[in-house]
């Protein structure tokens, strides 16, 4: 029982701060340093709960998934027909066309640099254990939230249509969040309203561009699952309690930030991770974490 609260609880961290912006990794490592996991178990839970949050993406937009599903064939058929027209591309394609930039800018961290590439240079960087650079990086996360609505507070006209520079621009934004404490949902959001881009639809593009990434990192984990000699011990209750929990409360994380979006308290996280990392930092320091 006390297993299965414990999977329960990291299910509420997964599910609301892979989708608030507050770095879903970063409160991960956090949580699973303080309870003391073993690294196989580590991935093999976070396999399982990246899956019951992307789990709530397509329950919050179905919808909306099912249309550029729809689209993006009719998208392929017109390519190979010849039909297709940049400029005739309506609003559902030029998203599906966006996203799909925007997840490609990350084929950039496989580029190598010396012996390894960037993704594995970051890999070191999130499995260093003091939680000094975890600490920095929330603090960054706070800035960039709160910079960002000060800033977008002076636009009077933010567009719905997202242009290959904005799409490259929040493409970059999801790489440096690779880093534990850096949130993806946070900097893609802050990227695209810098950007110009509404609220309303940064939230409907964060959100639809996170399947990708949240697919490719239970990918990763499974494999590194799969290649460890440490031998894997998992109940099933606990690992289905963790995945259904991260699921409801990623449902309600999605339905609270179109809330927050709209009534100007975004930011409010801004300040949650500034005090946080510095939080971190201190407890670090003081050798207490």
Request: net charge positive; proline share 3%; aromatic share 10%.
């Amino acid at each position: 029982m006390v297993e299965v609260l414990k999977q329960i609880f990291l299910g509420l961290v997964q599910g609301f701060s892979e989708f608030l912006p507050i770095s879903s990794s970063g409160h991960l490592k956090l949580f699973q340093s303080l309870f003391g996991f073993e690294s196989t178990e580590n991935s093999f839970i976070s396999i399982m709960l990246h899956l019951g949050t992307l789990v709530a993406v397509f329950i919050v937009y179905h919808a909306l998934i099912g249309s550029m599903i729809v689209e993006f064939f009719k998208l392929v058929k017109d390519l190979f027909t010849g039909r297709f027209r940049w400029s005739a591309m309506n609003e559902t394609r030029r998203m599906v066309v966006m996203v799909f930039i925007s997840t490609a800018v990350l084929l950039i961290m496989l580029i190598p640099f010396g012996s390894h590439n960037l993704m594995e240079y970051l890999e070191m960087l999130n499995e260093i254990e003091s939680l000094i650079p975890l600490g920095i990086a929330f603090m960054v996360t706070g800035v960039l939230l709160i910079v960002t609505f000060i800033v977008n507070a002076k636009y009077q006209h933010r567009r719905t249509e997202p242009s290959v520079k904005d799409a490259l621009v929040i493409g970059g934004a999801q790489c440096v969040a690779t880093i534990a404490g850096i949130s993806r949902s946070g900097s893609t959001m802050a990227s695209g309203l810098l950007c110009g881009l509404s609220r309303e639809y940064m939230v409907a593009y964060s959100f639809i561009m996170s399947i990708p990434p949240i697919l490719a990192a239970a990918a990763t984990e499974a494999k590194a699952v799969m290649e460890s000699t440490t031998p894997l011990t998992v109940e099933v209750a606990p690992m289905v309690a963790g995945m259904i929990s991260a699921a409801v409360f990623g449902v309600l994380s999605i339905k609270a930030i179109q809330w927050l979006i709209k009534k100007d308290r975004y930011k409010l996280f801004g300040y949650y991770c500034l005090t946080l990392g510095v939080l971190v930092i201190i407890l670090s320091l003081a050798k207490v974490i």
